[in-house]
């Protein structure tokens, strides 16, 4: 794997992180809004965004005070791929399954 899919991987392996992923998929937001469903302090989702955004799954700008947090797709797309080739293993086997299957009723 590339360092770019282990930071992703890493970062997303949080379920707080997971969830703030899921919160910026419907679009960009300050930090204090992502903050807000999380029964933690604002320095504490602030450290996961900071993970999220080393990892390059976030990015973010600054207007004046207020920081404004975007999903990055493009490691989200690494990952896609990469998992992309497993799921292409798995259908291929329960394909496979599947005919053995058929065949086997087809005896009875």
């Given at each position: 794997?590339?360092?770019?899919?282990?930071?992703?991987?890493?970062?997303?392996?949080?379920?707080?992180?997971?969830?703030?992923?899921?919160?910026?998929?419907?679009?960009?937001?300050?930090?204090?809004?992502?903050?807000?469903?999380?029964?933690?302090?604002?320095?504490?989702?602030?450290?996961?965004?900071?993970?999220?955004?080393?990892?390059?799954?976030?990015?973010?700008?600054?207007?004046g005070?207020?920081?404004?947090?975007?999903?990055?797709?493009?490691?989200i797309?690494?990952?896609?791929?990469?998992?992309?080739?497993?799921?292409?293993?798995?259908s291929?086997?329960?394909?496979?399954?599947?005919?053995?299957?058929?065949?086997?009723?087809?005896?009875?």
């Open positions: 794997m590339t360092p770019v899919l282990d930071l992703a991987f890493a970062a997303l392996s949080d379920p707080t992180r997971r969830e703030i992923v899921q919160q910026l998929a419907k679009g960009a937001a300050r930090v204090t809004d992502l903050a807000q469903p999380f029964d933690m302090s604002f320095n504490a989702v602030s450290k996961h965004v900071k993970v999220l955004e080393r990892a390059g799954l976030v990015r973010r700008t600054r207007a005070r207020e920081h404004h947090i975007a999903l990055d797709p493009e490691p797309r690494r990952i896609a791929g990469w998992a992309s080739r497993y799921e292409r293993f798995w291929d086997r329960l394909d496979k399954l599947e005919a053995f299957l058929k065949a086997n009723r087809k005896r009875d």
